[in-house]
């Protein structure tokens, strides 16, 4: 068994880029490791490249594979279950480990099972960029292993790359499952990294410093081959010096100090943003319930106006009713005074039919009824 096994796939047309990514594994100055370079569908000039490196360095081995799913995760499973390394690093073939990554992760697997670095960024303007993440935080694990993205900013990545992982072989060949093909629409290399993360007994350790550099693919389509060669020649240069570590964490820093000010401006930006939105719906609010009291008020006014209307309706037809009861009184007493009047009439009537017949039975009118008859007689000539 030797102190490591480094595991570095490749893919395509990477031949020019190769021995760079190979040089930066060697530059180590650690021998006791092993070099297995993975091929996935490699053509005739990686193949070349191989065996001009294995003519160099007797500590490489090659595995041929033809091209697998997605990235041809499958062929490492099986490397790795040949693997002779205490410990597992990865490296990409197009990209750089700085010096003393593979100590900074032998040192770190001493006492842990897996572990994860600050991913760092070379962007095309030559710009280093680190992004913080800490998995043995929860506040980054548990969205990690859910794939869920984290909320903190751009300061923060969801994860790291190939080439800032490592972990004991023995860790590794304890997972109910290692390498296989990726789900379409995640990533390769974060689809294996949380089959660690999720086992009970797996001790994860985090280092918060830059072990390699990432010269990230898409944002290079167009480039030519030789000028991806001329930069990781030049990055390979750069770090190859007495202060190139330095140079490296100034970069950095100065990258990561526009992006937190960047950031902290956008949250500015949007603070101020959400205040003038609470602002606006608070006065919105107001308004809202200064009509709303102006509705009840003027509800209210309209009840009592109601009220009122309905009283005065009231008072009217109580009025009309004893306006009608009067009338009715006074009907009745023109009624009663006319019976009055008949019935006086009727006595004054009888009154006069009694004297009438008194006087026709006296003994005057007897006497006096010759007269009477001439004076009528008189009274039709």
Known sequence: MCRASVLIPTHGHRAATLPLAVASVQAQGIEDIEILIVGDGVDDAVRSTVEGLQAADARIRFFDFPKGPRNGEIHRDGVLRQARGRIVCYQADDDLWLPGHLADME???????????????????????????????????????????????????NGFGLAYAGHRLEAYLRLPEGWTTTPTGLP???????????????????????????????????????????????????????????????????????????HGLVVTQEALEREQTLRAKAEGERDAEQALRTRVEAERNAEQALRAKAEAERDAEQALRAKAQAERAAEQMVRTKAQAERDLEQALRALAEAERDAMRESTFWRLTGPLRATINLFKRL
Not at 127 to 145: A, K, M, N, S, T
Not at 146 to 153: D, E, I, K, T, V
Not at 218 to 236: I, S, Y
């Open 107 to 157: 040192a770190a697997l001493e006492n842990a099972d897996f572990v994860g670095a600050m991913h760092v960024n070379v962007e095309l303007e030559g710009r280093v960029r680190g992004y913080f993440f800490d998995i043995e935080r929860p506040e980054f694990r548990d969205l990690w292993v859910s794939w869920q993205a984290h909320p903190y900013g751009p300061w923060a990545s």
């Open 188 to 262: 390769t290399d974060q689809f294996m990294w949380t089959k660690f993360a999720r086992q009970p007994w797996c001790r994860i350790r985090s280092l918060q410093w830059p072990v390699s550099l990432h010269f990230p693919a898409p944002d290079r389509r167009n480039w030519t081959e030789q000028q991806r060669v001329d930069e990781l020649a030049r990055w390979t240069e750069i770090i190859a010096r007495p202060d190139g570590r330095e140079h490296l964490y100034r970069a950095m820093l100065r990258t990561f100090g526009d992006i937190l000010l960047e």
